[in-house]
Nanobody, 119 residues
């Protein structure tokens, strides 16, 4: 059974920082691409940042220069460092990963972690 578990969310003041972690566990051979999504109340889920297996990254314009996605393949973990947080960053953040199991690739989602930016 493969699971993605996110952690690191919470309440932070505007201008603050948080680091989200997404750990994949189970019978995993490797993780290919991975990404962080977010969904604010009343809005569609959007892709915030993505990273390939070799570390190439992409960001939505609204977080460029503030967020950094990274990965530790040895730990099957993907991170999202969020700096200069603003109230509009408030959302539930979800991790998605393309996981290779027995030569086949599957897409998995985490349960989500709440990020609230408020004074």
């Amino acid at each position: 059974q493969v699971q993605l578990v996110e952690s690191g969310g919470g309440l932070v003041q505007p201008g603050g920082s948080l680091r989200l972690s997404c750990v994949a566990s189970g019978s995993i051979f490797s993780i290919n691409g991975a990404g962080w999504y977010r969904q604010a109340p009343g809005k569609q889920r959007e892709l915030v940042a993505s990273i390939t297996r070799v570390g190439s990254t992409k960001y939505v314009d609204s977080v460029k220069g503030r967020f950094t996605i990274s990965r530790d393949n040895a730990k099957n973990t993907v991170y999202l460092q969020m700096n200069s947080l603003a109230p509009e960053d408030t959302a539930v953040y979800y991790c998605n990963a393309e996981i290779v199991i027995s030569s086949l690739q599957y897409s998995y989602w985490g349960q989500g972690t709440q990020v609230t930016v408020s004074s």
